[in-house]
């Protein structure tokens, strides 16, 4: 592995790694080392809970284009959490909103400090509320390469919890300290101290909720690092940056775990008929899409209202971009112009209505997001004409199953139609997984660990990971 902290190469002598160079910083390299064992006691009560021996993990070593990351067996216990920063852009200068032209931040000014804090921390807490969701996903794992990447995903999302800590560590002093325990404090789905978004207290009970969660509820993820990217804040800005990197591996699992659960299905229904699916110890289609459904919807809420003021705040403050901002071809101030947000009506039916361009952030970003959804519902549609089937996957509408938003007060029907309370009292298991769906779903989980095997309920992949055949052995158990 690469030593000294030279360039932008992680120093792995250090307790610590980094490319920070965080030995410098007397102060506040003692305060991590101070937080480490809480982390560590935290991954050991609230992480995997499957015993292993090794796993055939990827850690970061460089923030470098090439050779990044370093793969071997590792106890993962003694994965080597690290800080990166990607490398300092020289010439950057703000991209957008009221200080665009200066340069940007190397110190979090005194006026911003609590909106970047919030930004930092509500980050920061949906890192270790994954782990914490998919704790007990190892236990019914369908291959091993399935639980490798199981792994590999819930390291990472430790990683990323580091990143928001030394920021907080190293720029917020005391109360960012506060907040960095808290982070470890509040736990998914706590009745006292639940996770800040909502969609990081539901369950994650099975691998079909698990491959929609990185494909939806990570895909927010990549989003919202997306805009923390354009900060005017340059730490958090390339926090993100790096962030993203080991983010595009997460959502890889979900597309390719969704590939490979339509995949199967589609297989089972071709040989035995689309009403054999269950029997026959696959997945039915309809209840692939209540899956999807669910975790569109929940992911949807993430982005916060379709109107927002702190959105406007945030972006005419510099502190959080638009997805792509440099590809925008307007003021980057947006100070004049406006956007069709969707909105309930007076008459109370859903439509859209026309607001201020800096207020309606939030939904620029969720139609972005959207798009980039409806490219994975193409390709597993593509699976299902390639079997020659005629039944088709769809994101529900906007307004559908929404917590957050214009869309809060009421129900709708995936097509979009309101409905009463009543009606969707009664309707809501049609387009929402029922227990008898859950259950059955969890009834397919068995545990397959043997090398190179699959359970019956999903296909296997088309590669390994980093050139390794499927039958490699990727996790050691205990
Ligand atoms: N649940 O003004 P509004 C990831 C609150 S995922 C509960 O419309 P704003 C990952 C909101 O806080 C990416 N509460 O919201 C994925 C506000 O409260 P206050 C995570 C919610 O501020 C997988 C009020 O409602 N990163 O990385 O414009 C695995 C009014 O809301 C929710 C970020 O989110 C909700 N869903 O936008 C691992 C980036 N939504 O102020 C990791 C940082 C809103 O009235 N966060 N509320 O007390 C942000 O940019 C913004 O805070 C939000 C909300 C986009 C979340």
Not at 311 to 327: I, P
Not at 328 to 343: F, G
Not at 460 to 473: A, E, L, V, W
Request: glycine residues 10%.
């Amino acid at each position: 592995m690469t030593s000294g902290s030279g360039g932008t190469g992680a120093d792995y002598s250090e307790k610590i790694p980094n490319n920070v160079d965080l030995h410098e910083d007397r102060r506040l390299q003692r305060a991590l080392e101070s937080w480490q064992p809480n982390f560590l006691s935290w991954w050991e009560s609230m992480g995997p809970a499957l015993p292993t021996q090794d796993v055939y993990l990827r850690t970061a070593v460089n923030v470098g284009r090439e050779g990044w990351a370093h793969f071997g067996h590792v106890a993962m216990r003694d994965y080597r959490w690290g800080i990166f920063l990607a490398e300092r852009e020289p010439g950057r200068r703000i991209g957008f909103g009221e200080h665009k032209g200066e340069p940007p931040w190397q110190k979090v000014p005194g006026e911003y400090r609590s909106e970047l804090r919030r930004l930092i921390v509500v980050q920061g807490d949906t890192e270790p509320a994954s782990v914490e969701q998919q704790r007990n996903l190892g236990a019914t794992a369908p291959s091993l390469y399935d639980l490798r990447n199981l792994f590999q995903v819930n390291v990472e999302e430790g990683r990323h919890l580091w990143a928001m800590v030394y920021l907080l560590h190293a720029y917020f002093g005391r109360d960012g300290r506060e907040e960095a325990q808290e982070l470890l404090r509040r736990n998914s789905g706590s009745e006292d101290s639940p996770r800040i978004l909502g969609a990081f207290n539901e369950e994650t009970p099975d691998w079909l909720s698990f491959f929609m969660f990185t494909y939806f509820t990570d895909r927010d993820g990549k989003y919202q690092l997306g805009t923390l990217k354009e900060s005017a804040f340059d730490p958090l800005s390339r926090t993100a940056e790096f962030m993203l990197k080991e983010e595009a591996h997460h959502m890889f699992v979900g597309t390719t775990g969704v590939d490979r659960v339509v995949e199967r299905t589609a297989q089972l229904a071709t040989e035995h008929g689309a009403d054999e699916v269950a029997g026959r110890g696959g997945i039915p289609l309809p209840v692939i899409q209540k899956y999807l459904n669910f975790h569109y919807s929940v992911s949807l809420d993430l982005f916060g209202g379709e109107t927002s003021t702190n959105v406007a705040n945030y972006y005419t403050a510099g502190l959080k971009g638009r997805w792509l901002e440099g590809r925008r071809r307007d003021d980057h101030r947006l100070t004049s112009d406006s956007i069709m947000v969707d909105a309930l009506g007076d008459d109370g039916q859903i439509g859209q209505t026309e607001v201020a361009a800096l207020t309606g952030l939030n939904t620029d970003l969720r139609r972005e997001y959207i798009a980039d959804c409806e490219t994975g519902v193409k390709r597993w549609n593509r699976i299902l004409a390639d079997f020659g089937l005629d039944q088709r996957l769809k994101l529900p509408h906007v307004a559908f199953n929404r917590k957050v938003g214009a869309f809060a007060g009421i129900e709708a029907t995936p097509d979009g139609e309101r409905l009463s309370d009543d009606e969707w009292a009664r309707r809501n298991g049609d387009w929402l997984p029922t227990d008898v769906d859950k259950t059955h779903v969890r009834s397919l989980m068995r545990p397959v660990r043997e090398r190179g095997k699959i359970a019956a309920w999903i296909a296997p992949p088309r590669s390994g990971i980093n050139g390794q055949p499927f039958d490699y052995d990727y996790v050691h158990l205990a």
